[in-house]
Every structure is written in structure tokens, then in C-alpha cells.
T-cell receptor, first 113, second 111 residues
Framework: NAGVMQNPRHLVRRRGQEARLRCSPM?????VYWYRQLPEEGLKFMVY????????ESGMPKERFSAEFPKEGPSILRIQQVVRGDSAAYFC???????????FGSGTRLTVV | GESVGLHLPTLSVQEGDNSIINCAYS??????FIWYKQESGKGPQFIID?????DKRQGQRVTVLLNKTVKHLSLQIAATQPGDSAVYFC??????????FGQGTRLTINP
């Protein structure tokens, strides 16, 4: 029973490029959450999705960031025209029920050079 | 906005001793709290949770205490082991949909 799978584990992008982060939730989990973690800080909520729906995107920057969780396939967090300040660890969590039993993935560490 | 914060950023204890990690929260309406452990290069790992209708909950070597009067949460780890070295976060559910994390406490176990 695989856990939450995130890929890639490490991603390096030049300023202005696009970053695509993938998250496959645990089997049977239909709720997906994305969090961002800066060094030496806690995780900050970004977005909560269910299949084909964005439930809460109050933590998403207004520009350049988008997320989706299609009917088939993984959830994608997309960052367009990356800047150095986007460098962080991005974690995905999934749950079977809303706000209960979160399981986190190992994260994608994005470095913008 | 409302936030969850921690009193100490670092904590060092001797192997075998007990450790206590503290957390203050500001949203008196919060009713569900979770402690996570995060090791270097890994995602947060669930340790223990507690609902606001409880004052105390125990797990294996861990105890969480909740004091709603002063809005304070603590995690006690008994008989610490080297594998307990990690960053510990408290988190609360806010607005029925968001998990809000505190800054974290780095626990170091000295041999």
C-alpha cells in the first residue's frame, strides 16, 4: 500500500521557467492538499482539492500558481515563470475524509537558479 | 490572522530523559490539534492528535496535553531515543478545511 507519492523529489529550474510538481494520493483518498515549506519554517497551506474541484485556494499566490486534480491521474501544482522566492519544499497530503487522517508525501524540493 | 506558535525553536535533551515541547494557539474556536514529526528530507509524520473535548491523550511514549484555558498544547516524549531527533510541529484544523502549522521545535537527543 504505497503512501502519497510526489515527484520529482528535486527540481531545479531557471528563473522564468515553469515548474510542474506531481502528487499521487494514497489509494482510496480523494482529498488532496498542497503545502509550501521555507527553510526553518512550518508548512503553509496553499490549496485543497477534490477530484476535478478546487475547494479552497486561499493560500495560493494570486499569480503564476495553479493546481488541479483531474479525474484521472495525479494532482499537479504548476508554477509559471518561477522566481528565486519560489525555492522551497512543496508537500502534498491526502486524506480519505476531509480534514482527518492526513498522510504527507516526501515533498518536492524546488530550487530556482 | 489566527496562528499556532511555538515557545522554543530548539530543545536538547539527554538520551533517556523526557522531553516536553510546547505550543500556543490563538484561535479559541480550534477543536482539533495534531502533532507531527519531521525528519530531515522527509514529509511530516503524524504522531498524535487530540480534540478539544479532551485534556490528555496518550500514545506509545508520547502524551499530548491540552489546556484550553490558556490555549496551550504540549507534547511529552518519554525516555527519548536518538531516533526522536527531528523537528516537531503542532498544527490545528482551522475553518474546517485547513491544517495550520506552527513554526516548529528542533529536538536534539544527546548521547
Amino acid at each position: 500500500n504505497a503512501g502519497v507519492m510526489q515527484n520529482p523529489r528535486h527540481l531545479v529550474r531557471r528563473r522564468g521557467q515553469e515548474a510542474r510538481l506531481r502528487c499521487s494520493p494514497m489509494k482510496g483518498h480523494s482529498h488532496v492538499y498542497w503545502y509550501r515549506q521555507l527553510p526553518e519554517e512550518g508548512l503553509k497551506f496553499m490549496v485543497y482539492l477534490q477530484k476535478e474541484n478546487i475547494i479552497d485556494e486561499s493560500g495560493m499566490p494570486k499569480e503564476r500558481f495553479s493546481a488541479e486534480f483531474p479525474k484521472e491521474g495525479p494532482s499537479i501544482l504548476r508554477i509559471q515563470q518561477v522566481v528565486r522566492g519560489d525555492s522551497a519544499a512543496y508537500f502534498c497530503a491526502s486524506s480519505r475524509e476531509a480534514n482527518y487522517g492526513y498522510t504527507f508525501g516526501s515533498g518536492t524540493r524546488l530550487t530556482v537558479v | 490572522g489566527e496562528s499556532v506558535g511555538l515557545h522554543l525553536p530548539t530543545l536538547s535533551v539527554q538520551e533517556g530523559d523526557n522531553s516536553i515541547i510546547n505550543c500556543a494557539y490563538s484561535n479559541s474556536a480550534s477543536d482539533y490539534f495534531i502533532w507531527y514529526k519531521q525528519e530531515s528530507g522527509k514529509g511530516p509524520q503524524f504522531i498524535i492528535d487530540i480534540r478539544s473535548n479532551m485534556d490528555k491523550r496518550q500514545g506509545q511514549r508520547v502524551t499530548v496535553l491540552l489546556n484550553k484555558t490558556v490555549k496551550h498544547l504540549s507534547l511529552q516524549i518519554a525516555a527519548t531515543q536518538p531516533g526522536d531527533s527531528a523537528v516537531y510541529f503542532c498544527a490545528e484544523i482551522q475553518g474546517a478545511q485547513k491544517l495550520v502549522f506552527g513554526q516548529g521545535t528542533r529536538l536534539t537527543i544527546n548521547p
